[in-house]
């Protein structure tokens, strides 16, 4: 598994916990590292595409 990919995978595990818990001051900086993994995700596969 990729850094980026565990990246997103504690984001995913972060968002939940706190909406299980209520705790909702900490879900924009989650949600924002997780639109930023998302991106360089997706990012590496079109480079990886273009390059093969």
Not at 1 to 11: I, R, S
Not at 13 to 38: M, N, P, Q, W
Request: charged share 25%; net charge positive.
């Amino acid at each position: 598994m990729l850094n980026h990919e565990k990246a997103l995978c504690y984001a995913d595990l972060g968002v939940k916990t706190c909406i299980e818990a209520g705790i909702l001051d900490g879900l924009s900086l989650l949600y924002f590292r997780k639109g930023i993994e998302l991106q360089n995700i997706t990012l590496k596969e079109k480079i990886t595409k273009i390059l093969l």
